[in-house]
């Protein structure tokens, strides 16, 4: 079993809607969680990130984590054609916030998106 | 926000040369700095871990002597990829890290290595 699952699309969607996009993790290690986009031959763009249990909100995009499942989701409201990129979702234990550094990232395979007009 | 900056974007080489990347974060100091490869609709594979002065930690099955990493400053990282052959051919990724946690894991925009 991988540590992370995330289904790999691709996901189709009209203009307009609201996207959901999903993974799972087994490591209860995990703490630190972030969903990065990343267009074709591009580096991956950070979006969000979170600590904790519950939801996060940036413009279109909300973070949510429920840590009792090992669940964490992104949805984007109002989709554009602009946002249709492959979603990661990435996690890592406690940062070593004092020292700097940092632990590796766990990636899930991405998810394909395409919002179409 | 973060920046890195990475350079070639985009390189074709003859078999058996070398090959090498820079990573610079631009507005910050990556304490750690990480390298990926990525094959086409596939996710990242974590090669290696640097951190400043340091020297970098293998990922179990990456040949620490043909990917030749160097993290000599706070600022700047890189990548070499020895007497390189077509089967090296991929897109690799830097990432670094700094002291704010609010810039999270910045990536650079990776380089396209096409080895013939």
């Known amino acids: 079993q991988k540590e992370v699952e995330q289904d790999p699309g691709p996901l189709s969607v009209p203009e307009g809607a609201i996207v959901s996009l999903n993974c799972t993790y087994s490591n209860s290690a995990f703490q630190y969680f972030m969903w990065y986009r990343q267009y074709s031959r591009k580096g991956p763009e950070l979006l969000m990130y979170t600590y904790s249990s519950g939801n996060k909100e940036d413009g279109r995009f909300t973070a949510q984590v429920d840590k009792s499942s090992k669940y964490i989701s992104l949805f984007i409201r109002d989709s554009q054609p602009s946002d249709s990129a492959t979603y990661l979702c990435a996690m890592s234990p406690i940062v070593l916030i004092l020292t700097g550094g940092g632990n590796k990232l766990t990636f899930g395979t991405g998810t394909q998106l395409k919002v179409e007009l | 926000g973060a920046v890195v900056s990475q350079h070639p974007s985009w390189v074709i080489c003859k078999s058996g040369t070398s090959v090498k990347i820079e990573c610079r974060s631009l507005?910050?100091?990556?304490?750690?700095m990480f390298w990926y490869r990525q094959f086409p609709k596939q996710s990242l594979m974590l090669m290696a871990t640097?951190?400043?002065?340091?020297?970098?930690?293998?990922e179990q099955g990456v040949e620490k002597d043909k990917f030749l990493i160097n993290h000599a400053s706070l600022t700047l990282s890189t990548l070499t990829v020895t007497s390189a052959h077509p089967e090296d051919s991929s897109f690799y990724i830097c990432?670094?890290?700094?002291?704010?946690?609010?810039?999270?894991?910045?990536f650079g925009s990776g380089t396209r290595l096409t080895v013939v």
């Open positions: 990432s670094a890290r700094g002291r704010r946690v609010d810039y999270g894991y910045t």
């Open positions: 507005d910050f100091q990556a304490t750690t």
């Open positions: 640097s951190n400043e002065g340091s020297k970098a930690t293998y």
